[in-house]
């Protein structure tokens, strides 16, 4: 491949007006303060409603944890409605044990209290010796030597007076109450577990009736969000469902282990109630980021009470050091990947907001909520804002961040998101998808007046260097996704319904070995910048993939064939010619005119026209026809596949040199 420089000079600016208007800001509309109203209102109603929403909320994701368990025991042939009963008795027994485990343990710290209080008391004092007293030690010592001693006078006792005559003691008087009857007992016991016992009651029945309406609910959610296009929202839901299903059950076991191995550890330590302890390590690290550290503190500071000194605070310290990391970043990303599908400020945030709507359960609920709302968002139109409020996804999609990289003059940052994009596309791909449709939001400001010379000049540098960079990428095509009986990694396996879902086919990239000679020479096919502002950098990616499947391939700036210049302009050599056009205006008379340009001064050679980001029904017949050319293509592959196609068939009257 000829080694071809990249850089090159850029096309001057359009005109642009002198005195640019930039348009006023605008006020709030109607629709603005709606939204606004509806937020506050949804607010409010969270707040006022969460006696009701709680129990709601948490059915639905214990449904969602319950769903495996019970599509496992429908596949056993034991009917929906057995399933379901199952899986919720299975969740009561889990939930009974868990509570009766606490209770044990809470009575065993009850009756050591007043022990463990002596203890905490001599190691305050001691700390209260070690610091404050040893620093007004320090501070008096530096008094009497600044200022010298001062006698401080002494003070006789009081003298005793005369004996007083002993008082006489009161009489005790001691009320007893009547011992209460079994009723009432059973009474005061049960009285503050109504409220928790009724909540309980009310979520497992709206499990239930989740998992028996599941399909049911769904149509209802597809006919309020998605009835347009029922195949993709039916498989996007289902999809949703899934994978959320995956997370909570992957979440819950993750935490459970780490509660385990936390509480088994106590126990090693001689830790007083190590199991109640490993339960609440594990409910506190459904809490992001600080979950693992408030589940430290209560064991932490039990071992200061239990231990006259410091040996069982200090291994309680490095058992959750040690734990913690682990589960974070060795089995969460094995699980289910390095990234939840929340931004970290959103993680934060939703942790304050849910906390502060619904208390400690809110808290406890936040990630899953949030994780539901990010889903809704990604698959229902009407709530991408959530996506784009919550998620983890770039606030840039990639075109613009193509674009405003190239903007700022920072090729590297362009470079590296365009590597990471490789991964699973071609190159043509990526310049299609991405760096094309980024050079026509260029163009449209150009065209505005929005872009300065020294933009201009920027922009153009930075996609050379671009260019230039990826040059060591080859151009091929990955792998396509695997089959559901093949194994996949576990950080792009796709679920069953997103393989259902219609994938566009690209057409093959040509192979270089079936390209014939002649059509190797450099130069053997010109791709010939329109005159737009970018036309240029768009035949430089064109020649590009060309010289990848082996065709030669040389860039013409538009001047060397403009009216004043064609007659001097010699081509030997060449076979092919493409036009490439960023954007296309109303009226194609310039792209007509090069056209017939280029046919006369080379005749007897075919001409493509690239038009790059054109519309849906743009290029039909009657545009081919009143341009004037055999060939319309709308992106760099298809302009790649039409030039292999003209070379491999070698027709005479087109595979003829020009002047030959």
């Known amino acids: ?13 359009p005109a642009a007006p002198l005195r640019a208007k930039v348009a006023a800001a605008e006020m709030p509309d109607l629709r603005s303060l709606t939204t606004l109203a509806g937020g506050v209102v949804i607010v409010a109603g969270l707040y006022l409603g969460r006696d009701v929403l709680i129990p709601v909320v948490l059915a639905i994701l214990l449904s969602m944890v319950l769903s495996p368990l019970v599509r496992l025991l429908r596949r056993a042939r034991l009917g929906r409605v057995l399933s379901v009963l199952l899986a919720v008795l299975v969740a009561v027994g889990i939930i009974l044990a868990a509570a009766a485990l606490i209770g044990a343990q809470l009575a065993e710290l009850a009756q050591n209290a007043p022990i463990y209080q002596h203890t905490v008391m001599r190691k305050l004092e001691w700390l209260r010796e ?29 003298s005793a007076g005369p004996a007083s005559a002993t008082p006489v003691p009161p009489l005790p008087v001691e009320l007893h109450t009547p011992d209460p009857t079994p009723m009432q007992m059973a009474g005061r016991i049960l009285a503050p577990l109504a ?21 049911d609910l769904r149509d209802r959610m597809i006919r309020l969000f998605g009835s347009t296009d029922l195949h993709r929202t039916t498989v996007a839901m289902d999809d949703a469902v899934y994978r959320l299903s995956r997370f909570f059950l992957a979440q819950l076991c993750i935490n459970m282990a780490f509660g385990a191995v936390i509480g088994l550890g ?69 699980a289910y990947g390095h990234s939840s599908g929340m931004s970290p400020v959103s993680v934060v945030v939703a942790a304050i907001f849910w906390s502060w709507i619904w208390g400690p359960i809110g808290l406890i609920i936040a990630t899953p909520v949030t994780l539901c709302l990010v889903v809704l968002g990604r698959h229902v139109d009407r709530l991408e804002f959530l996506d784009v409020l919550l998620g983890d996804r770039p606030a840039l999609t990639p075109v613009e961040n193509f674009y405003q990289r190239s903007l700022a003059g920072d090729p590297d940052e362009a470079q590296e998101q365009a590597e990471l994009l490789l991964r699973d596309r071609s190159l043509c791909s990526y310049y299609d998808e991405v760096a094309l449709k980024g050079l026509a939001l260029a163009t449209a400001d150009v065209r505005r007046g929005l ?3 020294d933009q201009l000049e920027r922009i153009h540098d930075s996609i050379a260097e671009l260019a230039e960079a990826l040059d060591e990428h080859d151009d091929i095509d990955p792998p396509p996704p695997p089959a559901p009986g093949e194994k996949q990694s576990l950080r792009f396996r796709l679920s069953a319904a997103e393989r259902r879902l219609p994938r566009p086919t690209l057409p093959g990239l040509p192979d270089a070995g079936t390209i014939p000679e002649p059509w190797r020479a450099e130069g053997a096919v010109l791709c010939i910048a329109g005159r737009g502002a970018f036309d240029e950098v768009s035949a430089l990616m064109l020649a590009q993939i060309l010289r990848k499947h082996g065709i030669g391939a040389r860039v ?3 001047a060397e064939v403009s009216r004043h210049n064609v007659d001097r302009f010699e081509a030997p050599g060449t076979r092919l010619v493409v036009i490439c056009a960023v954007q296309m205006r109303s009226a194609p008379s310039h792209l007509r005119y090069l056209a017939r340009r280029l046919g006369q001064r080379l005749p007897g050679v075919p001409v493509v026209l690239g038009l790059w980001t054109a519309e849906e029904g743009q290029l039909d017949e009657a545009l081919r026809q009143s341009i004037g050319v055999p060939h319309l293509v709308p992106s760099l592959r298809e302009a790649v596949l039409t030039v292999a196609r003209i070379a491999t068939e070698g027709k005479p009257e087109k595979a003829q040199a020009a002047g030959g």
Not at 1 to 13: E, L
Not at 195 to 215: K, N, S, Y
């Open 1 to 13: 491949m000829p080694d071809t420089p990249f850089r090159m000079v850029p096309p001057p600016a």
């Open 451 to 453: 872009v300065t010379p």
């Open 130 to 158: 070690a610091t404050v007293g040893r620093m007004g030690s320090l501070l008096g010592r530096l008094g009497e030597d600044l200022g010298g001693r001062t006698p401080v006078p002494s003070v006789a006792p009081p």
């Open 266 to 334: 106590l126990l090693l330590i001689g830790l007083p109630s190590p199991l109640l302890w490993g339960l609440v390590a594990a409910l506190l690290r459904f809490v992001p980021y600080i979950g693992g550290i408030l589940g430290a503190v209560l064991p932490i500071g039990l071992a200061a009470a239990v231990d006259p000194g410091w040996t069982m605070v200090v291994w309680t310290a490095a058992l959750f050091l040690a734990v913690e990391p682990i589960a974070a970043y060795v089995v969460e990303p094995l």
């Open 556 to 558: 013409v700036p538009h």
């Open 195 to 215: 409220g928790p016992m009724a909540q309980a009651g009310i979520i497992l029945v709206v499990t239930a009736f989740v998992l028996l309406q599941r399909e």
